[in-house]
C-alpha cells in the first residue's frame, strides 16, 4: 500500500490524474483505463482518468467515455500536443501519464505517487531497471538510441535520469504547467526533463515495466526521425556543448598549432613533417573556433532573453561583460594589428621583387595577419549581434496596436 502523505500535503478534491493520450488505439485503450480505475480503487484515491485525444476515427473516444474517462480533444496533432492538452485539462494535483497502449502498467503506479507525496515533482520510469520483456523494445531503441540518448542529457544537463523517454512518469501538475513546455512531437519527452533540471525542480527515478504493446498497427514513433528530433532538442537546449566546447577546442587546437609552426617546419616522426598546409588549416581552425564561440555566445543571449534558459548562469556572468563596446573595440585593434603584420609581409615580399621567398616566416606572417584580421570582425559583428539583442523594445498591445511600455529585453535577461 502507499504511505499517506501528511495532512498540510493532501487538498481537497481530486489527487490524481491518470493521462493517456490517444491517437487510434481502440484496440488497447480499455485494458489501459480498466487498470487504471483499479488502481485508483485498490489504493483509495481520488482521481480521474483523462483521455486526450489527438482525432481519433477508430471509436476510441467512444471506448473512453463508456468506460467513465473523461475525453478532452486536442487539434493540434503530436505526441506532445496531446500531452500538454491533457495536462491543461487535468484536474488532479498530481498527473501519471503513459502511453494507451497498453506497453505499461497502469496497476502498479505505487511507487510513482509515493515519491510525489513524499515531495519530488518529477517522477520518471526506468525500463532498464524494471524490466524489458522480450519484444518490447526494438533493438536500436533499447541498446543505442535510449542509452546514447540518455547519457547526453546526463552529460549535458547534470540530469539524474537514465532512462531519458520513458513514457511513464508522474509530476506535480502546477510545476509542469509553470514550466511553459512547447514541444508538440515526441521530444516532448526530453524538453519535460530538461526544462525541469534548468528549472531546478526535484526529480526522481523509479523501476517499471515494459511489455509488448497491444497494436495491430505500426507505432506513431519513427526510430530514425524522432531520434534526431530528440537529439536536435538536447543540442539546442545546451549552448555549451553545441557552440562553446567545440569552439574552444578548436580555438586551443589552432593555437597549439600554430604556435608550434611559427618558426618553420616540424617534424613528429620519421616521415612526417608538419609545415605551411598545417598551419594554413591550424589558421582555418581558429577561425571556425571563435565563430562557434559566438554563436554560442548569440543563441546564449536569446536563449536568456526569451526564458528558454535560465539567465542567472556562470555563463551569462560572463557574456554580461561581452559588451558590444568593448567586442568593437577588441576585434578592431586585433583587425588593425592583423593588418600591419599583413602590411609588414607585404612589405618583405615587395623587398624580393614579389618572387620566389626564400624566409619561411613571411607566408605564416601573411597566414596570421589575414586570420586575425577575420577574428577580429566576427568579434565586432558578434558584439553588434549581441548588443542588438539587448536593445529595449515595446511590445505592440493585443487589440489596440498601440506600444505597451516595459519589454526590455537587458532586462528579461537579467530577470527570468
Same mark, same amino acid.
Given at each position: 500500500m502507499l504511505s499517506r502523505a501528511e495532512p498540510e500535503r493532501v487538498e481537497p478534491g481530486i489527487e490524481l490524474t491518470i493521462l493517456l493520450p490517444c491517437l487510434n488505439e481502440a484496440g488497447t485503450l480499455a485494458a489501459c483505463i480498466r487498470k487504471a480505475k483499479s488502481f485508483l480503487k485498490a489504493n483509495a484515491i481520488a482521481g480521474e482518468?483523462?483521455? *486526450?485525444?489527438?482525432?481519433?476515427?477508430?471509436?476510441? !473516444?467512444r471506448i473512453a467515455a463508456e468506460l467513465g474517462a473523461r475525453v478532452v480533444g486536442v487539434a493540434?496533432?503530436?505526441?506532445?500536443? *496531446?500531452?500538454?492538452?491533457?495536462?491543461?485539462?487535468?484536474?488532479?494535483?498530481? @498527473?501519471v501519464m503513459g502511453d494507451a497502449d497498453d506497453s505499461y502498467d497502469f496497476t502498479n503506479l505505487g511507487l510513482f505517487v509515493d515519491k510525489l507525496r513524499r515531495g519530488a515533482d518529477i517522477v520518471i520510469g526506468n525500463r532498464f531497471a524494471g524490466g524489458i520483456a522480450p519484444g518490447a523494445m526494438p533493438f536500436l531503441h533499447k541498446y543505442l538510441g535510449n542509452p546514447v540518448l540518455s547519457f547526453l542529457g546526463r552529460l549535458f544537463f547534470s540530469v539524474p535520469v537514465r532512462d531519458f523517454h520513458c513514457g511513464l512518469r508522474a509530476f506535480r501538475a502546477a510545476a509542469v504547467r509553470d514550466l511553459g513546455l512547447r514541444s508538440a512531437g515526441m521530444e516532448f519527452a526530453s524538453e519535460m526533463v530538461v526544462r525541469s533540471s534548468l528549472a531546478g525542480? !526535484?526529480?526522481?527515478? @523509479?523501476? !517499471?515495466?515494459?511489455? /509488448?504493446?497491444?497494436?495491430?498497427r505500426p507505432p506513431h514513433l519513427k526510430t530514425w526521425r524522432d531520434g534526431w528530433r530528440h537529439l536536435k532538442f538536447l543540442?539546442?537546449? &545546451?549552448?555549451?556543448?553545441?557552440?562553446?566546447?567545440p569552439g574552444a577546442a578548436l580555438i586551443a587546437l589552432g593555437l597549439l598549432l600554430t604556435a608550434?609552426? &611559427?618558426?618553420?617546419?616540424?617534424? @613528429?616522426?620519421?616521415?612526417?613533417?608538419?609545415? @605551411?598546409?598545417?598551419?594554413? &588549416?591550424?589558421?582555418?581552425?581558429?577561425?571556425?573556433?571563435?565563430?562557434?564561440? &559566438?554563436?554560442g555566445a548569440i543563441s546564449r543571449?536569446?536563449? *536568456?532573453?526569451?526564458?528558454?534558459l535560465p539567465a542567472d548562469t556562470r555563463a551569462m556572468a560572463v557574456l554580461r561583460h561581452a559588451t558590444t563596446d568593448r567586442l568593437a573595440l577588441g576585434g578592431a585593434l586585433l583587425a588593425i594589428l592583423g593588418a600591419a603584420a599583413f602590411g609588414y609581409a607585404l612589405n618583405a615580399w615587395a623587398m624580393q621583387d614579389f618572387g620566389p621567398l626564400p624566409d619561411p616566416m613571411i607566408p605564416r606572417t601573411v597566414l596570421g595577419g589575414m586570420t586575425m584580421i577575420v577574428i577580429g570582425m566576427?568579434?565586432?559583428? !558578434?558584439?553588434?549581434?549581441?548588443?542588438?539583442?539587448?536593445? /529595449?523594445?515595446?511590445?505592440?498591445?493585443?487589440?489596440?496596436?498601440?506600444?505597451?511600455?516595459?519589454?526590455?529585453?537587458?532586462?528579461?535577461?537579467?530577470?527570468?
Open positions: 482518468i483523462v483521455v *486526450a485525444d489527438n482525432g481519433s476515427t477508430d471509436g476510441s !473516444t493540434e496533432r503530436g505526441y506532445g500536443a *496531446a500531452l500538454l492538452g491533457g495536462i491543461e485539462a487535468a484536474r488532479g494535483r498530481y @498527473v525542480l !526535484t526529480i526522481v527515478e @523509479v523501476p !517499471t515495466t515494459l511489455q /509488448p504493446d497491444g497494436r495491430s543540442l539546442m537546449y &545546451s549552448p555549451r556543448w553545441l557552440f562553446f566546447i608550434m609552426l &611559427s618558426w618553420g617546419p616540424m617534424h @613528429v616522426f620519421r616521415d612526417v613533417v608538419l609545415d @605551411v598546409n598545417t598551419f594554413i &588549416s591550424a589558421c582555418f581552425f581558429m577561425i571556425a573556433g571563435v565563430q562557434l564561440v &559566438s554563436f543571449t536569446y536563449a *536568456a532573453i526569451s526564458r528558454l566576427q568579434m565586432l559583428f !558578434t558584439g553588434f549581434v549581441l548588443g542588438i539583442l539587448n536593445v /529595449p523594445i515595446r511590445r505592440l498591445g493585443p487589440s489596440s496596436g498601440a506600444p505597451e511600455a516595459g519589454g526590455d529585453l537587458c532586462s528579461a535577461a537579467q530577470h527570468p
